[in-house]
């Protein structure tokens, strides 16, 4: 039973995440904007994403956007990328990534951590770990960045054109409907005058034979 229950809940904590990125999505693309600007603002939100200041993604972001006139939504949707459930991920690589850059073999480890003075050693190694995160992150995220410029854009740019194509059919149609509306009324109109007249040239005109008794008169 427990392994029975720990199945169901996995199963529903995967269909919450997949209706959450779904829905994410759909909002995504209803975003009012020029695909550019769109995707440039997603594009941003990725690599601030990367970032180890993970509290302040969303004020960074936006506050980048409107200095660039970027759209503010998307990038701080994208932000979001980092978040509780990928932090412990996301953090690793960059830590790693940095680290390996910035020549740093081990800052610390876990078992490591037993007593105050290690703790404090910790302390001190926190802006050496905080600036191997921070160049991990831009060596990621610039890379990151531009693929997501190009991803945005292209499903963004379609979306619209799909509602531009879906607005003209419409319009084609009514504008067909009021045109076939025209041509009966004035069908209708024409076969009423044509009733109400009628055709002269239909009409046989009334002989008046002539009297006898006036011609025997004139004899």
């Given at each position: 039973?427990?392994?029975?229950?720990?199945?169901?809940?996995?199963?529903?904590?995967?269909?919450?995440?997949l209706?959450?990125v779904q829905?994410?999505y759909e909002?995504?693309?209803?975003?009012?904007g020029?695909?550019?600007?769109i995707?440039?603002?997603f594009?941003?939100g990725l690599f601030v994403g990367?970032?180890?200041f993970?509290?302040?993604?969303t004020?960074?972001a936006v506050?980048?956007?409107?200095?660039?006139?970027?759209n503010?939504?998307?990038a701080?949707i994208s932000?979001?990328i980092?978040?509780?459930?990928?932090a412990?991920?996301?953090?690793?690589?960059?830590?790693?990534?940095?680290?390996?850059?910035?020549?740093?073999e081990?800052?610390?480890?876990?078992?490591d951590i037993?007593?105050?003075?290690s703790?404090?050693?910790?302390?001190?190694k926190t802006?050496?770990?905080?600036?191997?995160?921070?160049?991990g992150?831009?060596?990621?995220?610039l890379?990151?960045?531009?693929?997501?410029?190009?991803f945005?854009?292209?499903?963004?740019?379609?979306?619209?054109e799909?509602?531009?194509?879906k607005?003209?059919?419409?319009?084609?149609?009514?504008?067909?409907?009021r045109?076939?509306?025209?041509?009966k009324?004035?069908?209708?109109?024409?076969?009423?005058?044509?009733l109400h007249?009628g055709?002269?040239?239909d009409q046989n005109p009334?002989e008046?034979e002539?009297?006898?008794?006036?011609?025997?008169?004139?004899?």
């Amino acid at each position: 039973m427990n392994r029975s229950d720990a199945k169901i809940r996995s199963s529903n904590k995967s269909r919450t995440l997949l209706t959450s990125v779904q829905k994410t999505y759909e909002r995504f693309l209803k975003i009012r904007g020029h695909p550019r600007e769109i995707a440039l603002g997603f594009a941003l939100g990725l690599f601030v994403g990367m970032s180890p200041f993970m509290g302040l993604h969303t004020i960074a972001a936006v506050a980048v956007a409107a200095l660039f006139k970027w759209n503010k939504i998307s990038a701080a949707i994208s932000v979001w990328i980092t978040n509780a459930v990928t932090a412990p991920l996301i953090y690793g690589i960059t830590y790693l990534v940095g680290a390996r850059l910035m020549g740093i073999e081990k800052a610390f480890n876990l078992k490591d951590i037993n007593s105050l003075s290690s703790v404090y050693d910790l302390i001190l190694k926190t802006p050496e770990i905080v600036w191997a995160m921070i160049v991990g992150g831009m060596v990621i995220g610039l890379p990151l960045a531009v693929i997501g410029y190009y991803f945005a854009f292209s499903i963004t740019s379609r979306y619209q054109e799909e509602i531009k194509a879906k607005i003209a059919r419409s319009k084609e149609k009514l504008a067909h409907k009021r045109q076939m509306r025209k041509a009966k009324s004035a069908m209708l109109d024409t076969a009423g005058k044509d009733l109400h007249t009628g055709n002269p040239g239909d009409q046989n005109p009334i002989e008046t034979e002539p009297n006898p008794s006036t011609n025997a008169s004139e004899n």
